[in-house]
């Protein structure tokens, strides 16, 4: 893990130093809309605002008031990445996943993905548990994945319930257990998921009269376990 960390720490600094090469703030200030809050997070960002540099990345990546750059989106993700915000470090990661503004890379897309997990954002949890269920970046990993789905799954990620309710019918790294399924399938059809409704009502005509109406009392009963936001992302 020390070299892991290190090749992504050496690969972000040769990414951020190639992303302010590529192309001059010029270039960004002529199709910018300085209407928009971007003059405010510009300012906030070069003073070393990290939610500022995160809100920077998600303007450059989805073209809000200012033009679709993936490779600026990966500057400023990068930089709130490195003072540990982890809505960036997640965003870093799934663009080193997609292979968008820079090149395609599993492995550091999983270490950015642990670092958000472990201070507890859901979508990374989710992110991460997805790698290790494919292999992506990591080997194979069923109960790690599990764990992790389990993780987001807990704190409402209705993808991530779903892919539970997938593990427990199909028996993946746990016993197969419809009742459960059931459950998480419940869970995530409440959510509007529809792959989840279609799964629910299917395994339900498996299930006897006591097993549903057990899996629904639970689902009713359940709340969320929402981990605290860390500090330093509040903005």
Not at 146 to 169: F, H, M, P, S, T
Not at 186 to 214: I, M, N, T, W
């Amino acid at each position: 893990m020390k070299y892991l960390a290190s090749s992504v720490l050496l690969a972000l600094t040769l990414t951020v130093a190639h992303a302010e090469k590529l192309e001059p703030f010029n270039a960004v200030y002529a199709r910018t809309d300085y209407s928009s809050p971007y003059l405010d997070a510009k300012t906030r960002a070069d003073e070393g605002s990290a939610s500022a540099q995160f809100d920077l990345g998600r303007m450059f990546e989805n073209g809000q008031g200012v033009g679709t750059d993936d490779q600026q989106a990966v500057f400023w993700y990068g930089k709130a990445a490195e003072q540990g915000y982890a809505d960036a470090q997640t965003s870093l990661g799934e663009l080193y996943a997609r292979g968008r503004g820079l090149p395609r890379n599993d492995p550091y897309a999983v270490a950015w993905f642990r670092k958000a997990a472990e201070q507890g954002l859901a979508r990374a949890q989710y992110d991460l548990a997805y790698m290790y269920s494919r292999g992506l970046g990591v080997p194979r990993d069923d109960q790690q994945a599990i764990d992790w789905y389990r993780k987001a799954a807990g704190q409402g990620v209705a993808k991530a319930q779903y892919n539970l309710g997938e593990i427990y019918a199909k028996g993946v790294g746990v016993p197969k257990d419809d009742q459960l399924a059931y459950f998480w399938w419940l869970l995530a059809s409440s959510q509007g998921l529809a792959q989840a409704v279609e799964k629910r009502d299917f395994v339900e005509l498996r299930l006897s009269p006591e097993q549903r109406a057990g899996g629904q009392a639970a689902a009713r009963s359940w709340i969320p376990k929402l981990v605290p936001v860390p500090v330093q992302q509040i903005p």
